[in-house]
């Protein structure tokens, strides 16, 4: 469950990445909202994790999923570049979040 709830975390850490771009400087309250709830979700999913799994590799997997997340929601919704060398750098945060998994 841990692991799952550590998910959960990331996706809404990519939430509130992406959303504090629509907040616009946090002037326009619907996103502004939204991105703060995103934030509080994110963090407490994090900590009832941290319950059970070591803090290191926890962050780390946490950052990792948000980072990977919203660098492909900014190609998607965004118009980021999507050139080769991004792409393989996010492959290695793949392998490195996979990696830490595996040996926690």
Known sequence: MAW????????FEC???IGLKYTDGFTRPIPTVLTVTSMVV?????GL????L??????AIWTGIGTVGT???GIWLLGDAAN???LICIVLIVA???GLKMTA
């Open 4 to 11: 799952f709830l550590l998910f959960l975390a990331g996706l």
């Open 15 to 17: 939430g509130w990445a």
């Open 42 to 46: 994110s963090v407490v999913l994090l």
């Open 49 to 52: 994790g941290l319950k059970s």
């Open 54 to 59: 070591p803090i290191g590799t926890a962050y």
């Open 71 to 73: 660098v492909l929601l």
């Open 84 to 86: 080769a060398s991004r």
């Open 96 to 98: 490195g979040i996979a």
